[in-house]
């Protein structure tokens, strides 16, 4: 059964450093999303992309943050200068067109950031 | 904006006892309504979904109706199992606002199931 899949499991970095989360979607699928989960804390959406272009971001995805799809099957997720409060689970997503008002997204595992 | 509540956990359960998770939303519109369940190192799966009011999603013993007079999607399994342990997200999205189809969740509740 094809899965999204995410790389690495854990990233530990020390603030002010660049990290890049990287995400395999599944292949036909069209829409593709970051969220985060801060431990205790609700999953947050961060962005949606289609299209190779961000289609929705949140307040939490500010300049710092960029999204890419460099090569057509890897969708990955990059914080230039990371900051302790970016220490958090980041999640993967995608899914396929949906015709019914909603579509069904597939998550990846997760990578866990510890931002020192 | 759109947001989902949900009963805090853990919630810690014998083998056999009936489950109820508490979920609740604020949306406008038509949202869909989703439960989503992780099981520890793996990703988010889809349990199951309602697109409608009064629509029942139900999958491997689970269910939850969508009740659109209380605003509420309750998780609930007459009996559950070791295996069931994981943490259960409520979810919603709601394209006919955001107009996106991202998701709203819920702050996840832990089951955990003893033998």
């Known amino acids: 059964e094809p899965e999204v899949t995410q790389t690495p499991s854990h990233q530990v970095t020390q603030m002010g450093q660049e990290v890049i989360l990287r995400c395999v979607p599944i292949s036909n699928h069209l829409y593709f999303y970051w969220y985060r989960q801060i431990l205790g804390q609700k999953v947050e959406f961060l962005v949606s992309f289609y299209n190779n272009e961000i289609s929705e971001k949140s307040e939490i995805f500010d300049d710092q943050f960029s999204v890419e799809r460099p090569d057509g099957s890897n969708f990955t997720l990059k914080i230039r200068s990371t900051k302790l409060e970016d220490s958090a689970m980041y999640f993967c997503?995608?899914?396929?067109?949906?015709?019914?008002?909603?579509?069904?997204?597939?998550f990846g595992p997760g990578t866990r950031l510890t931002v020192l | 904006g759109d947001s989902v509540t949900q009963m805090e956990g853990p919630v810690t359960l014998s083998e056999e006892a009936f489950l109820t998770i508490n979920c609740t939303y604020t949306?406008?519109?038509?949202?869909?309504l989703f439960w989503y369940v992780q099981y520890p190192g793996e990703g988010l799966q889809l349990l199951l979904k309602a697109t409608k009011a009064d629509d029942k999603g139900s999958n491997k013993g689970f269910e939850a109706t969508y009740r659109k007079e209380t605003t509420s999607f309750h998780l609930e399994k007459g009996s559950v199992q070791v295996s069931d342990s994981a943490v259960y997200f409520c979810a919603l999205t709601n394209p006919s606002t955001s107009g996106t189809y991202k998701y709203i969740f819920g702050t996840g509740t832990r089951l955990k199931v003893l033998a």
């Open positions: 949306a406008t519109g038509y949202p869909s």
């Open positions: 997503a995608s899914s396929d067109t949906g015709t019914s008002g909603y579509n069904e997204q597939f």
